[in-house]
């Protein structure tokens, strides 16, 4: 083989590698995201089956069935990525079988006409007469390396024809593992738009029921929203308090600013803290994010709006809130509508737990990653077991879904 030949198909064997590479890699990332979102749809399915056994409020279970239907939209749209990027690969596949077997033709054929000619001076006679009638001793020489790099270049030419019957072998049983994933996962997706057709004809039908009653429902939201804003504005007043407490003897820079005096271990921890943005575990085993941080338009009745500085979390009966990262209790309290509420500090971040119906720390501990806070309550509004989970710096509010992984 030529040294060009043999550089174009090193070349080509590392640029299909990194291409093989990052294919893997995409499709394991798919395949993660799909499991999640099923395992998801699992939970909400369940809470759902749950709740609806307590629940009164025909809003409440449209919420609950907006969450599934987006939760199973996102699951649709993930697994028809993994089917184009198997659509991909396998027309990929195709092109590559083509050109091997194109090449394994083309390696036979010159292999066929090396053999015969090899048949034609295959005796040491000739191979002798072949040396012995070279003019000197260089030419004889240089029939000696031409013989030998001829019998190398016949040995390449067989190994080469056995590489790409192989490759073609592991290609073909790739592809056929490929259709057979692709078949299953547009079954499943078969199986998955069938229940999202069902899930949205049920939501058209609650839908309809709050049409009809469109006031009535506009002021529920906008009670329940005054009830979030009163527990915000408590949790608001903890904070303040805390800070003050915190800072008498501080700077009159911290104390006008209203943020926690500074030491070098509250900075070490809120450092920490920092770098494990996006990181952060979730507060609780299993859950469902009900509401989320900020202001947004009401997923049912859009003319009115929802705010909220944290998320709201659904999870199992008798859920515990466990801390999302090293730090001291610095508040446990009790607010109405909220049972009882847990701050953790992490220098002068602080994540605050609340509608604990129950409480496993006390003021003052230093607590541990992952570590039970407590159990859950169950909301006075849904029925439901709903932990209310904030993280503020100082008393800057932050969007708790830009620190806990995938939230």
Not at 177 to 190: A, F, M, S, V, Y
Not at 318 to 325: C, D, H, M, Q, T
Request: proline residues 1%; without cysteine; glycine residues 4%.
């Amino acid at each position: 083989m030529s040294r060009v030949l043999k550089t174009l198909v090193i070349v080509s064997l590392l640029l299909g590698g990194f291409l093989s590479h990052a294919q893997d890699s995409k499709r394991k990332e798919l395949e993660n995201r799909r499991f999640e979102l099923q395992q998801e749809i699992k939970r909400i399915n369940a809470l759902r089956t749950s709740n609806l056994k307590k629940q009164k409020s025909v809003l409440t279970q449209v919420e609950d069935l907006d969450t599934q239907i987006s939760t199973t939209e996102r699951l649709i749209k993930v697994t028809n990525q993994q089917a184009n990027l198997l659509t991909r690969n396998i027309n990929n596949n195709l092109k590559k079988i083509e050109k091997f077997r194109d090449e394994l033709v083309s390696l036979k054929e010159d292999y066929d006409k090396m053999i015969v000619k090899s048949y034609k001076s295959r005796s040491n006679q000739n191979r002798i007469m072949f040396l012995l009638s070279s003019k000197n001793f260089l030419q004889a020489y240089k029939r000696v390396q031409y013989m030998k790099q001829y019998t190398e270049y016949r040995k390449e030419q067989g190994e080469q024809i056995q590489e790409r019957t192989k490759m073609l072998q592991t290609l073909n049983a790739d592809l056929i593992e490929q259709r057979k994933d692709k078949d299953k996962l547009i079954k499943e997706n078969k199986v998955v738009q069938a229940q999202l057709r069902k899930d949205k004809e049920a939501q058209e039908v609650l839908v309809a029921q709050i049409r009809k009653k469109e006031g009535q429902f506009t002021a529920e939201i906008r009670k329940k929203q005054q009830e979030i804003n009163r527990i915000d504005n408590e949790i608001d007043r903890i904070i303040r308090e805390a800070i003050a407490k915190s800072n008498k003897g501080a700077a009159k820079e911290d104390v006008d600013r209203g943020r926690f005096k500074a030491t070098p271990e509250s900075k070490a921890l809120a450092s920490k803290f920092e770098q494990n943005k996006g990181k952060l575990p979730w507060p609780v085993k299993n859950g469902v994010v009900s509401m989320r941080f900020g202001t947004q338009p009401h997923p049912i009745v859009k003319s009115t709006t929802i705010s909220s500085n944290g998320v709201r979390i659904d999870t199992e009966d008798k859920g515990r809130a466990r801390a999302v990262f090293g730090g001291k209790v610095s508040e446990i309290q009790a607010v109405k509508g909220a049972n009882k509420v847990v701050m953790v500090r992490h220098g002068d971040y602080i994540t605050i737990y609340s509608n604990l119906s129950s409480v496993s720390v006390r003021k003052g501990d230093d607590v541990d990653i992952n570590q039970d806070l407590g159990e859950i309550g169950k909301s006075t509004a849904t029925g439901k077991t709903t932990l209310y989970f904030l993280i503020y710096k100082n008393t800057q509010k932050l969007n708790p879904a830009s620190w806990v992984f995938k939230m």
